[in-house]
């Protein structure tokens, strides 16, 4: 079959892309050289606002908390999905499917709906601190639960687990179980095989499960916002603020625009390391 | 080493089904507290919701907009899954990292691109924007779900057509479309809870219909109240039956094709 069906089928959908997801990039990107002159905006070109962005302490310190917490997630999600995914991939039997399953079920929920919940769980007048108090464990209720760091962590852990999960699944199902008992066979130990075979194998699913997280935790706007309290300031929200309330939506646009080089960046060093690492799993 | 594993997987598995348990027994408690010990059973939560006209016009808006957004997304996927993952094309990489962008791009900034295109464009929000911006975000999971049922195809089955005289339109219409149809009926409903979840693009995108999930966002921003518990559950719950739905339509679907 020739080359042109393909390209045919995807021609629509090429467009729709390029009218809605494209074009509103680019003039986001158009807009970052602009400047608000009083209640309008000036169509004069300039760097002035990547300049504010590079001199603020704040938005520097914004975009440094946004990594950080993408990198605190991803390696909470790592740890706590590894071992998941090995049970999934080589000891779930008849189950597996069913279990997947149950995994992504309450990702459907919805984003609003899930961190409801934990505002129900955590809050002042929510589920832990009340039965804490009645069953006497305190006598007030512990405000450092919602509205700080801690709540929206365990919220962002809780809504990105399943797509590390699901990352690290793929690789665990392609791992060869004879590379460990090869290994086994040579004398190694447990650690040392888990060290050596298995994490080196597992690599790209880390990587491509890290990614996901990474980039959801970094974009994540209800979360820190509905359970973060005066912590729930991100570079998100700030964007948000940028585009409402403090009408400046060329400096907004500059920011976005830095985030999205900056995630691109990720992506193509994570692209990199996992074609490096399958490379060498595969020779 | 394994019995540590499997209560790993365990207590893993309680702990993503944790908040939506306490949302489901709260909802049900008789009393405005959120607490144990509980007070008794009751309904009057749900009473309360379902007779909410506000809540009602919300759900009937949210309606409006999955259906065509499940429409539009399922026949982009469509074609979207046929071209990455039967048909050969050209720049097949460039397609899907194009394929793959809205759902990488965090939601707001997209939210923002576009309200700024509308705006320039002098296109007046709407429920016409909300469907057009909820179709972009959806399509790479509807892609995904049918191009799981394409690439499990036997191609040899293309081949044997083509052997019997079929035409490449006719192996198309009479071969692969029958067996793509459970993938397409899968994505449909998965599109369409994943639009009626969605609420940061619609709430920069809509005009003054607001759907459910905007009108929710803004009642529990201010207070908890158990009926917000049996919305929510509702919602849940009315998610977890289509989507499980849809996977059974794509386990028919694999065992037919395979």
Redesign the interface.
């Known amino acids: 079959m020739s080359l042109r069906v393909g390209t045919l089928l995807a021609a629509p959908v090429t467009a729709f892309l390029l009218a809605l997801c494209v074009a509103p990039l680019l003039i986001l990107f158009a807009y970052s050289f602009f400047r608000v002159d009083f209640v309008a905006i000036s169509y004069d070109p300039s760097f002035a606002n990547y300049a504010k962005i590079a001199g603020s302490a704040t938005y520097r310190g914004l975009i440094l908390k946004a990594f950080g917490s993408g990198a605190l997630v991803v390696a909470i999600t790592a740890v706590i999905g590894y071992p998941v995914a090995w049970f999934l991939a080589k000891r779930a039997g008849a189950m597996k499917s069913a279990l997947l399953t149950l995994l992504l079920v309450p990702l459907y929920s919805g984003d609003l709906v899930r961190v409801f919940a934990w505002r129900v769980l955590l809050g002042a007048e929510g589920v832990i601190n009340r039965s804490l108090i009645w069953a006497g464990v305190t006598d007030a209720p512990i405000q450092g639960l919602l509205f700080s760091p801690l709540a929206t962590h365990i919220a962002l852990t809780y809504n990105y687990l399943p797509f590390m999960v699901i990352g690290l699944w793929l690789a665990f199902e392609s791992l060869d179980d004879a590379w460990l008992e090869a290994a086994a066979d040579l004398g190694a130990r447990s650690p040392s095989r888990f060290a050596r075979v298995t994490l080196p194998l597992t690599f790209p699913g880390l990587v491509a499960g890290g990614l996901m997280v990474f980039v959801m935790v970094v974009g994540d706007y209800l979360t820190p916002q509905l359970l973060g309290g005066a912590s729930g300031i991100t570079v998100i929200s700030a964007i948000n603020d940028l585009f409402g309330t403090a009408f400046d939506w060329p400096l907004g646009s500059a920011i976005a625009w830095t985030m999205l080089a900056i995630l691109m960046a990720f992506f193509a060093m994570g692209a990199m390391l996992i074609r490096r690492s399958s490379l060498v799993g595969g020779s | 080493m394994?019995r540590l594993?499997?209560l790993?997987?365990w207590a893993?598995?309680a702990?993503?089904?944790?908040?939506?348990a306490?949302?489901a027994l709260?909802s049900v408690n008789d009393s405005k507290?959120?607490?144990?010990?509980f007070s008794g059973f009751t309904l009057k939560w749900y009473a309360e919701v379902m007779g909410d006209g506000r809540l009602g016009g919300g759900f009937l808006t949210t309606l409006s907009v999955a259906f065509p957004v499940a429409i539009c997304a399922t026949l982009?996927g469509g074609?979207?899954a046929?071209?990455?993952s039967?048909?050969?094309?050209?720049?097949?990489g460039i397609?899907a990292v194009?394929?793959l962008?809205?759902f990488?791009?965090?939601?707001?900034?997209?939210a923002?691109?576009?309200?700024?295109?509308f705006n320039?464009t002098g296109v007046e929000r709407s429920l016409l924007t909300v469907i057009?911006?909820q179709?972009?975000i959806v399509?790479p999971f509807s892609t995904l779900v049918i191009a799981s049922v394409l690439i499990r195809i036997d191609r040899g089955l293309l081949e044997a057509a083509a052997d019997l005289g079929a035409s490449?339109l006719s192996a198309f219409r009479r071969v692969v479309l029958p067996l793509m149809a459970n993938g397409l009926m899968a994505s449909w409903v998965v599109a369409f809870?994943?639009s009626?979840?969605?609420?940061?693009l619609t709430a920069f995108v809509s005009g003054r219909a607001q759907p459910l999930?905007v009108l929710?966002?803004s009642d529990?921003?201010f207070a908890?109240s158990p009926s917000?518990?049996a919305l929510?559950v509702m919602?849940?719950f009315g998610?977890?039956a289509?989507?499980a739905l849809a996977?059974l339509i794509r386990?028919r679907a694999s065992k037919t094709g395979a």
């Open positions: 394994s594993s499997t790993w997987v893993v598995f702990f993503m089904y944790l908040p939506i306490m949302i709260f507290i959120m607490s144990l010990p982009l074609l979207a046929l071209a990455i039967f048909y050969p094309m050209r720049g097949r397609f194009l394929l962008a809205p990488l791009i965090p939601k707001l900034i997209l923002v691109a576009q309200l700024i295109m320039e057009a911006a179709t972009v399509l490449g809870v994943l009626s979840a969605e609420y940061v999930s929710v966002a529990f921003r908890l917000l518990n929510a919602i849940v998610n977890i289509l989507v996977e386990r």
